[in-house]
């Protein structure tokens, strides 16, 4: 009689058998009547049934072949179809729980494994489902249980740090994990996933993301991007919008974007820069949602207008630096109280741009002396008669303010959750006053920190002054933090979207070190990055090899050692090569290896003073370059060698992070552009604009501008990319200026 069936307890995913499959297999030997009359089976790989009739008397083989079923909520089912009680376990016999079951295993934990915003998301869903419900489906434990089991317990970690969202699940996970063969099985994964884990034992990474509050629906959160059109986008931007559409698309909901309250600042030219970032980001938006605050200026109005009809607001003519006092102090307004007629002329004024209107502004009646500032009677219209706005030309000369005009629109939009950063906190209570007041629809707000950099600046009103006082060239200078600059430096969308999804919603507020996003984009350019080589043109030092090819020739190399799919290029070889003058330098009279080609005995040092001027040597084809300390970048003496800018950026401003009371023009950065010219090998006569490489021991390079030849010929210009490190292998007019 063959022996009871034990599931050996393996880790999942790496060829073993998943929790689900285990867990089914224990039961239904523990509840089967005979349990030797259950076959063992093997499970292979992820997704694959394999043979349950080995090592059983051929009397009792299974008449049937399983070889490929796929899926391990597809396996479970086959052994509880075969051996188990299917009414129990699957709700066989009534159609409807039976295909509730169906629906809740098409969420396997394989789908789920180390994928942390697909956990989350299903935790979202299963928790919405048992508000009111004890297990997953029906009134008894089924499959779909054991699936939800099983999906935290191979998550277990990362449930862990978030379980607390998760009530209901909570509740029945811990019921579940009670029971005796789960309890077993739990302890069983517990102890393989610490004999598998590396000797070095890491922290598990916690979620960047947390989900959603107030019960999202799936399909119908909507999240707003609502970039003011007064400057490009920057990189603290950027978080925002990695951060809303993450959302929007996690929970299959919808993104709008735009805000346009301010036409003093908002131009045309900005608002078509937002939408080409937001494409080159990858961010698709569809244009029915592209939504302008303009669209509800007669919505807004009309509100402020009941407000002040109702005596919740009133118009305050004083200077705007009387009431900022006054606030400070906690100070009613003297004008606070005025007559609700004698409001509504000065209001009409406003609307018209004539006469006393010119000087009020519109400001709610909460609380003066509150103790968040937000709240003493704020600000919510203001006139502008002096420039028409990039949509509604001249139609308006009173205009909302952004805490009055944000909650409205994203209340009627249908926008269920507004994702604030941290600098809006105290004025989230004002967000939730003007709904109350108004009677609209609640919106969920949500927060998170806002990006800070290291001798940075992301203030669009200081940015703009570095492009008026002609310390760049516009908003898309490489010095910039802006998308387009920092992209035009050689950043990469991918690398951009994977360091701020890192960051997530957290809250913790940093000034970090850009290094960071640097050395994260090193790792997406470095295997796809050709190699080339350069020689600073000032310093280069002449290599004659006395047997070297007398006529210019060429050897076949990989653009890249390491990634063949890039394809080869023709190193041009010659008799004369440039070196680099700190190269030359360092080598006396033995072998060197000039990369890419070969060996090279060097046999005379010429000097002027302390200056290498010129060397000469033999070519070495049988030399060995594992046997060379020095390998050194050339450049072949031909006419096809190509004049290349080389352009490095400093910081901004020379202070790592500024208070409050500094003023930023006492901390710029005098010398932001470094520009050396270089002669490049004439593999790089090809090398497209846009292209990243990478100048042998010099670093990556993105080609700002390629090679132009003929009557208005202009050198390849190339903009240094950081790589997070910090350093350079040789000096440079940059390094060199930094004493680095």
Known sequence: MADKAKPVPVLHPKNQTPLLVQAIAEF???????????PPFVYKGIGTVEEWVKGIDPARQLNVVVDKLSGEAVAARYLTRSFGTPARWLCAGDAYLSSSVDE?????????????????????????HLQMRTFVVGHAMTLADLNLWSMITTNLNVYKANKQHFPHVDRLYNFLADEPILAKLGRQYATTTAQAAEPKKQKEKKSSFVPLKNNPVMGKVMTRFPPEPSGYLHIGHAKALVLNAFYADQYKGQLRIFDDTNPSKEKVEFEESILEDLATMGIEVDKKFHSYTSQHFDTILKYCDTLIREGKAFCDSQSQEVQKEQRYKREPSPLRDTPVEENLRLWDLMQKGEGEGLNCVVR????????NGSLRDPAIYRCVVDTPHNRTGDKYKVYPLYDFACPIVDSVEGVTHAL?????HEHNPLYEFVLQLLKLRFVQIEDFSRLNFQ?????????????????????DSPAFPTIRGMIRRGLTVAALKSFMTDQGSSKSEVNMDMKHLWARNRTQIDPVAPRHMAVEDEFKVKLTL?????????????????????????LVIADQLWLEGEDAALISENEVTLMGWGNCVVKKIERDGDRVAALTGEFNPEGDFKSTKLKVAWVPDVPDAVPVEVQEFDVLITKSKLEKEDKFEDFVNKKIVYSSMYLGSPTLRTAPKGETLQLQRRGYFKVDSALQEGKDSK????????????????STAFSRAKGL
């Open 715 to 730: 050198a390849a210009v190339l903009i240094h990319v950081p790589d997070g490190h910090g350093k350079y292998v040789l």
């Open 28 to 38: 239904i030997v523990a509840q089967a009547a005979d349990p030797s009359s259950i």
């Open 455 to 475: 001798y940075a600046l992301l203030s669009k009103r200081k940015l703009q002054w570095f492009v008026d006082e002609g310390y760049v060239s516009g908003w």
């Open 420 to 424: 604030r950063s941290q600098e809006y």
């Open 546 to 570: 006395t047997n070297g090819p007398s006529t210019a020739a060429a050897v076949v190399v990989a653009k890249h050692p390491k990634n063949k799919d890039l394809g080869e290029h023709a």
């Open 104 to 128: 809740w295993l098409s969420v396997t934990a394989e789908t789920v494994f180390n994928n942390v915003p697909a956990l989350l998301r299903q935790m979202v869903a299963f928790d919405d």
């Open 364 to 371: 709610l009646k909460i609380d003066p002396s509150n103790n």
